[in-house]
């Protein structure tokens, strides 16, 4: 059989590159894990979508359309919260010395630990069947955390003979607190105790 001559010729068909969501649903699916977050934190899991739907500015269906169930709204807002833990580091290790970036992500932490606290019960149900997600989020709440303190180390600003589970088996205490009106306050002035504590001893504080 004689090959085509053509066949090399002819305009191949080319793949149609996927469409990127408009900017006003990026926009809106934005705004939509943002006002979660704040209310799981305040409110609880049990927070009300269409409430979500209504302090975001849109409408339920526009709520359905991004996150078609609870469980996976609380699986982006997590993984959110998670990824702008760690990007904070970084930011606030170019903006402060050692020291205070530690302290500021640490009061930072505690708006996580809010949010995550308020999606406690799904985020259970969550680790039964997205194992991987956990496991990953710690990760990259670790590494945050380890940059920080090595680097307040470093400059002599905290005790040397501290690392990251110590400061994360201090911090999982406020995270068991009981639930209660001035939880909020009472967390960051404990940040501020734990903060103190490991500036104590520190090498540059030495005579």
């Given amino acids: 059989m004689t090959a085509d001559p053509l066949a090399e010729t002819r305009e191949k068909p080319t793949a149609v590159p996927p469409k ?15 006002v979660a977050a ?3 934190a305040e409110h609880g899991i049990e927070t009300s979508l269409e409430e979500i739907a209504r ?19 609380v699986e982006v807002v997590y993984r959110r919260e998670v990824e702008a ?12 010395p050692p020291d205070v970036a530690l302290s500021e992500w640490m009061q930072r932490f505690v708006d996580y630990i809010a949010a995550k606290r308020g ?8 680790s039964a ?11 990259m709440i670790s590494r945050a955390l380890s940059r920080l303190l090595d ?6 600003l ?42 104590a001893g520190a090498r540059r504080g030495q005579p």
């Fill in 55 to 73: 302090k975001a500015g849109v409408g339920i269906g526009t709520l359905y359309r991004h996150f078609p169930s609870r469980e996976h709204l």
């Fill in 158 to 199: 905290i005790r040397e003979d501290i690392d990251v589970s110590d400061v994360f088996h201090a911090l999982s205490g406020i995270y068991a607190a009981p639930a209660s009106p001035d939880w909020r306050d009472r967390s960051r002035r404990l940040v501020s105790l734990l903060m103190d504590g490991l500036r």
């Fill in 151 to 156: 680097a307040a180390r470093a400059e002599g």
């Fill in 119 to 126: 999606m406690a019960n799904s985020l259970k149900l969550l």
């Fill in 85 to 96: 833990l760690s990007v904070a580091a970084d930011e606030l290790a170019a903006r402060h």
């Fill in 20 to 34: 990127r969501p408009r900017a006003d649903a990026q926009r809106n699916r934005e705004r939509l894990a943002e």
């Fill in 129 to 139: 069947s997205n194992s991987e997600l956990f496991s990953s989020s710690w990760g």
């Fill in 38 to 40: 704040l209310e799981f």
